[in-house]
Nanobody
Framework: QVQLVESGGGLVQPGGSLRLSCAAS????????MNWYRQAPGKERELVAV???????NYVDSVKGRFTISRDNGKSTVYLQMNSLKPEDTAAYYC?????????WGQGTLVTVSS
């Protein structure tokens, strides 16, 4: 069974850092593109970061220079290191991949940036 399980969310003050993790199982993780999305209250889900099997990456403009996506193929885990967090980063963060023409999502982890 293909499964994605996120962890690492929480409450952090503006300017702080968090590292999100997404543990994958049920597929050949190292060969798949992995994505982090987020959805803020009342807004559409947006793609935040992408990492390919080659380890090339892309980011939405609003997080460039602050967030870093990485992967550990030995642990079948993708990470999102988030630094210099802002209140507008508050959202539910979701791990995602496309497996056999179907989107696979984790349950999400909530990040709240507030003083």
């Amino acid at each position: 069974q293909v499964q994605l399980v996120e962890s690492g969310g929480g409450l952090v003050q503006p300017g702080g850092s968090l590292r999100l993790s997404c543990a994958a199982s049920g597929f050949a993780f190292s060969t798949y593109v992995m994505n982090w999305y987020r959805q803020a209250p009342g807004k559409e889900r947006e793609l935040v970061a992408v990492i390919r099997a080659s380890r090339s990456t892309n980011y939405v403009d609003s997080v460039k220079g602050r967030f870093t996506i990485s992967r550990d193929n030995g642990k079948s885990t993708v990470y999102l290191q988030m630094n210099s967090l802002k209140p507008e980063d508050t959202a539910a963060y979701y791990c995602n991949t496309r497996y056999r023409n179907s989107e696979v999502w984790g349950q999400g982890t909530l990040v709240t940036v507030s003083s």
